[in-house]
């Protein structure tokens, strides 16, 4: 996440949490995506952190960004646990929870990305060789503001959904950050040390003009948040979270923070509903050499506070997602690769490391039951790569348990584990055909990686070469009607998507630009 100078702490991670559906959302129109193929699903059990309440608000979703993480949602009971790995650094949903735009630095500058709620369809909406941060969804849906340092120094912007039409909203010599549309979208909350060196809050009109301070006298406040009514803006200074009037009047103590015990609270947001707050409490250990964090959330008035989530990670910015819409986070490492699903039983099937070991190895569990896996591979060796047959009797993956990588097939319960392939060199990446009867890989055995085919009906033992090229090719998965191939390839000097026959023949360039596309996965 971007560091923000208003910071008393340097922001790692967001947190987002979800409204009980008992509350009402105005009704608001974002604008219409179509969704293409989502990232990689990964699917892994809860951890341990999640505090049980039985006093916690119905049908609550909460999901959290660790770093170096995916981003994944569950409930606060710990069910329905779930994860995509997507690089986002700070969230804003749009109105009716279809999209969110994110901040990211995957191409090497903070830019702004917009992305269906399931992780899909990720598009780049600014481009510059400057800092665009800290995004908010309008509630209209129209537009999107950020902050921007493309003119020197922090200034607010808007701009479309799809990147188009960006409009400079402030011009002043100090930094403006942080916005935060009101409900009907007709004015902007900002942070800005503009007057001297301290951060305070001020508003102004969507398009800029009107620029009135919220209250002087609160000192480095920053991250102003607009109550769902809009009687009320929300901020925090040096672990204390205020409310107030939009004019700045009737000032009052949510959240305060204990000095003699440590506790710092910041980073409050409204659900949608206004009559919850969300927000982190950190506190250090007794020789103030350690820091503990959680989720909190309280009534509207800052009390009968209630702990979700407990951790020794760094939590931040607990977001409310918009009513009855999936949840997004992201989790700590715990190396896990792409998941298969097979749709007949709804089981997962995953790979992930137990604690206390190097290895990867793959296990399955029930879609709506992730904190009861099965583990199918216990080989001191990574396994990795599963992939479903067409009947979900059966699972082919990748080991490492003879050397090297090579193809394997086991039964759904993890019995009668069969090596496929034996050769010196890697193979990977298993895919079935829609029958049943072949499997496709890719595999290095010719000193670069090309795409090969084999067959139950002759045993397993002739691997046909279907793609030959001095460059990559990998990643092969077959079209449902099994007529098709997809595969990534660097033939032609990037990672391109292709096609190709079943047998090999036809290879067809099927994406064409300067960029890397990997990972192709067909529609059912």
């Given at each position: 996440?971007?560091k923000?100078?208003f910071?008393?702490?340097?922001?790692?991670?967001?947190?987002?949490?979800?409204?009980?559906?008992?509350?009402s959302?105005?009704?608001?129109?974002?604008?219409n995506?179509?969704?293409?193929?989502?990232?990689?699903?990964?699917?892994?059990?809860?951890?341990?952190?999640?505090?049980s309440?039985?006093?916690?608000?119905?049908?609550?979703?909460?999901?959290?960004?660790?770093?170096?993480?995916?981003?994944?949602?569950?409930?606060t009971?710990g069910?329905?646990y779930?994860?995509?790995?997507?690089?986002?650094?700070?969230?804003?949903?749009?109105?009716?929870?279809s999209?969110?735009?994110y901040?990211?630095?995957?191409?090497?500058?903070?830019?702004?990305?917009?992305?269906?709620?399931d992780?899909?369809?990720?598009n780049?909406?600014?481009?510059?060789?400057?800092?665009?941060?800290?995004?908010?969804?309008?509630?209209?849906?129209?537009?999107?503001?950020?902050?921007?340092?493309r003119?020197?120094?922090?200034?607010?912007?808007?701009?479309?959904?799809d990147?188009?039409n960006?409009?400079?909203?402030?011009?002043?010599?100090?930094?403006?950050?942080?916005?935060?549309?009101?409900?009907?979208?007709?004015?902007i909350?900002?942070?800005?040390?503009?007057?001297?060196?301290?951060?305070?809050?001020?508003?102004?009109?969507?398009?800029?003009s009107?620029?009135?301070?919220?209250?002087?006298?609160?000192?480095y406040?920053?991250?102003?948040?607009?109550?769902?009514?809009?009687?009320?803006?929300?901020?925090?200074?040096?672990?204390?979270i205020?409310?107030?009037?939009t004019?700045?009047?009737?000032?009052?103590?949510?959240?305060?923070?204990?000095?003699?015990?440590?506790?710092?609270n910041?980073?409050?947001?409204?659900?949608?509903?206004?009559?919850?707050?969300?927000?982190?409490t950190?506190?250090f250990s007794?020789?103030?050499?350690?820091?503990?964090?959680?989720?909190?959330?309280?009534?509207?008035?800052?009390?009968?506070?209630?702990?979700?989530y407990?951790?020794d990670?760094?939590?931040?910015?607990p977001e409310?997602?918009?009513?009855?819409?999936?949840?997004?986070?992201?989790?700590?490492?715990?190396?896990?690769?792409?998941?298969?699903?097979?749709p007949?039983?709804?089981?997962?099937?995953?790979?992930?490391?137990?604690?206390?070991?190097?290895?990867?190895?793959?296990?399955t569990?029930?879609?709506?039951?992730?904190?009861?896996p099965?583990q199918?591979?216990?080989?001191e060796?990574?396994n990795?790569?599963?992939a479903?047959?067409?009947?979900?009797?059966?699972?082919?993956?990748?080991?490492?348990?003879?050397?090297?990588?090579?193809?394997?097939?086991?039964?759904?319960?993890?019995?009668n584990?069969?090596?496929?392939?034996?050769?010196k060199?890697?193979?990977?990446?298993?895919?079935?055909?829609?029958?049943?009867?072949?499997?496709?890989?890719?595999?290095?055995?010719?000193k670069?990686?090309?795409i090969?085919?084999?067959?139950?009906?002759?045993?397993?033992?002739?691997?046909?070469?279907?793609?030959?090229?001095e460059?990559?090719?990998?990643?092969?998965?077959?079209?449902?009607?099994?007529?098709?191939?997809?595969?990534?390839?660097?033939?032609d000097?990037?990672?391109?998507?292709?096609?190709?026959?079943?047998?090999?023949?036809?290879?067809?360039?099927?994406?064409q630009?300067?960029l890397?596309?990997?990972?192709?996965?067909?529609?059912?």
């Amino acid at each position: 996440m971007m560091k923000s100078a208003f910071r008393t702490f340097s922001p790692i991670f967001m947190a987002l949490v979800m409204i009980p559906l008992a509350c009402s959302q105005p009704s608001a129109i974002s604008p219409n995506q179509t969704a293409s193929q989502s990232p990689p699903q990964i699917e892994i059990p809860a951890d341990k952190g999640l505090v049980s309440s039985s006093t916690q608000p119905p049908d609550c979703k909460i999901s959290f960004r660790c770093w170096g993480s995916g981003i994944c949602m569950m409930n606060t009971d710990g069910t329905d646990y779930r994860c995509f790995q997507t690089p986002a650094e700070w969230y804003s949903w749009s109105p009716d929870g279809s999209m969110i735009v994110y901040q990211s630095s995957e191409d090497g500058n903070a830019e702004l990305y917009v992305m269906n709620s399931d992780g899909a369809n990720p598009n780049r909406i600014t481009r510059n060789t400057e800092k665009d941060i800290e995004p908010s969804w309008s509630p209209d849906g129209s537009k999107i503001a950020f902050a921007s340092d493309r003119d020197g120094n922090y200034e607010i912007y808007t701009v479309n959904y799809d990147g188009s039409n960006p409009v400079r909203l402030t011009n002043d010599d100090a930094g403006d950050r942080e916005p935060n549309w009101s409900p009907d979208s007709s004015r902007i909350a900002f942070s800005s040390n503009r007057g001297g060196k301290d951060t305070h809050i001020y508003t102004m009109n969507a398009d800029g003009s009107d620029v009135q301070p919220v209250n002087q006298k609160l000192n480095y406040a920053c991250q102003p948040r607009w109550s769902p009514d809009g009687t009320k803006i929300m901020c925090q200074v040096s672990g204390w979270i205020y409310s107030m009037n939009t004019d700045g009047t009737n000032l009052k103590t949510l959240v305060g923070a204990r000095a003699t015990r440590g506790v710092v609270n910041t980073d409050a947001s409204w659900s949608p509903c206004g009559k919850w707050i969300a927000f982190i409490t950190s506190t250090f250990s007794k020789d103030r050499t350690k820091l503990s964090y959680k989720i909190n959330i309280a009534n509207a008035d800052g009390e009968e506070t209630m702990t979700l989530y407990e951790t020794d990670d760094i939590v931040e910015e607990p977001e409310w997602s918009p009513v009855s819409r999936t949840v997004l986070a992201s989790v700590p490492s715990q190396a896990a690769s792409p998941a298969g699903s097979f749709p007949g039983t709804k089981q997962i099937a995953y790979v992930s490391k137990n604690k206390g070991t190097i290895y990867r190895n793959i296990f399955t569990a029930p879609e709506n039951g992730m904190d009861t896996p099965v583990q199918l591979t216990r080989y001191e060796h990574d396994n990795v790569d599963p992939a479903w047959s067409p009947d979900g009797k059966k699972i082919a993956f990748s080991s490492k348990r003879d050397g090297d990588f090579e193809i394997f097939i086991m039964d759904a319960d993890g019995g009668n584990q069969t090596q496929l392939t034996k050769n010196k060199d890697r193979d990977g990446g298993p895919d079935w055909s829609p029958d049943g009867k072949r499997i496709v890989f890719h595999s290095w055995r010719d000193k670069d990686w090309e795409i090969y085919v084999f067959s139950s009906e002759d045993g397993w033992t002739e691997q046909t070469r279907l793609t030959e090229s001095e460059e990559q090719d990998t990643n092969p998965c077959w079209s449902p009607d099994g007529k098709y191939i997809a595969f990534m390839s660097k033939r032609d000097g990037n990672k391109e998507i292709y096609i190709m026959n079943a047998d090999g023949s036809n290879q067809t360039n099927f994406t064409q630009n300067q960029l890397d596309d990997t990972d192709p996965s067909w529609q059912p």
